[in-house]
């Protein structure tokens, strides 16, 4: 620091006009060797200055990191836990997503809700470079007791584990991998304040079963996933409800509580990211349904195809499903009369567009529109003249509205509903959504 100070003298001392008169061109050049050569030698005493600063062994951490280590799930590895390259990847990572909902009834405001949607925590844990644990825990309507209408579930846990640079194995209760929207459910992810129709009235998200999946990543954008899981239950089909009309699958899922397994159901899924911004893929779920329970056989069907593609600011989806029960005519036989019957299909699309008008830093304001059909009970097995009832009318809603994200976790939305067929579910909703 001396010498610098000295040569920042001497250049200060070499610039004024009266100087540079009085001396002679000899005596300049020899100067300016001399301050060249002064600050070489600064700049190399800097440089082992660094080395050596650089060089010294890190203060002593570790029990401080411990005790960091134990009081947060998510703990840094060690090198000798993780295996080679994950050092610096964390073992144990928490994971939440929630969202918070606003509905008014635009024909009816006595209808109108506010309602903790939902709130899921959960983690994942790395025992090795090849193998973790993902779990999620759900609740429902905030407060879950006999009296109250909120649901604790488990959403997720399963064991993955990765067999090759191509493939790897999951076993446990996961998420079924139809449309867009069953294994990217949470509320930043998705345009609107609710859910959108096909993939909740048609697809029952969020779907999951037990059993074992495998999945296939390949250089060419390809993603291949199949399994063999539990499935659906028609014993449990309550003809004197109106579940099974708002869902017919959402109705007799199991989600793996006590789940009747005589029936196993296989599935597939592909999708394919080629190209930047475009995915195209398509899924398939089969099985039985009466696992023994009845002497009546029937199989359960769901398919899709959906795409998506987002160039530049631009973000456009859409999503066909249909789903079949078969031999639905035994099974609704006895129950004639009854307010809701098995139908034997029910489908829905929809289409949709949105735009990133505004963004300033992690701000960002995306106005959407959707126009969705869906139609939960397309048509009836054949009873006989009189008896068979004739299929419901096809709900057709559009949606308008906007997604305002805070960073790349925080969601503010805000949209407006219309019912062609039931006017009197028209609304306006707000939520606020989180996940991370």
Known sequence: MHRACVLAAALACAAPPTLAQSTTETELSRRLDQLASELAKVKAELATL????????????????????????????TTAAQGPGLAAEPTTVLTSYGEINYNRSTRDSKNTVADVRRFVLGYQHRFDEKTKVVTELEVEHAVSSSSDPGEVEVEQAFIERQLTRQWSARAGLFLIPAGLLNENHEPTAYYGVERNFVETAIIPSTWREGGIQFVGNFENGLTAQFGLTTGF????????????????????????????????????????????????????????????????????????????????????????????????AAFNTPLVGSATLIPKSFDGWYGQAAYKVWSNEDYSLSPFVRWEQFNTARSFADLGAGLTPAGARTERVITLGANFNIGSGIVLKADLQRFRENGYANRFDLGLGWSF
């Open 50 to 77: 660094q080395q050596q600063r650089f060089a010294a062994p890190p203060v002593a951490t570790a029990p401080a990191a411990a005790t960091t280590a134990a009081s947060t799930t998510a703990a840094a590895s």
């Open 233 to 328: 239950d028609l014993n449990k089909w309550d003809a004197t409800s109106t579940e099974g009309r708002e869902s017919p699958l959402g109705a007799i899922h199991q989600e793996l509580a006590l789940a009747k397994a005589g029936d196993l159901s296989a599935f597939g899924a592909l999708n394919w990211r080629g190209v930047p911004g475009l995915l195209l893929g398509g899924s398939l779920f089969t099985g039985g349904a009466t696992h023994g329970q009845s002497s009546e056989k029937s199989r359960i069907t769901l398919w899709d195809l959906h795409a998506r593609y987002t160039p530049g600011r631009w973000d456009f989806a859409g999503v066909y499903s249909r789903g079949t029960i078969s031999n639905t």
